[in-house]
């Protein structure tokens, strides 16, 4: 919840909550806009995704059973 809202998946009216507090509060907005492109810097970039693609690549190679 702290880079973005969290609301009960298939609750439309949760949903219309979490909308309605981000357009009502431009603060909240922004920090979670901020927040949220810092979590992406941090965790998503190429020297992070590479190392996790290998790694989901050989298990599906080897839960295929083909040699790698």
Known sequence: GDAGLLFEPGNPVALAR?????????????ELAR??????????????????????????IELSGRPS
């Open 18 to 30: 979490a909308l309605r507090t981000l357009a009502e509060d431009p603060r909240k907005r922004e």
């Open 35 to 60: 927040k949220g492109k810092e979590r992406v810097a941090a965790h998503f970039t190429w020297d992070t995704a590479i190392p996790r693609l290998v790694s989901i690549y050989r298990e599906a």
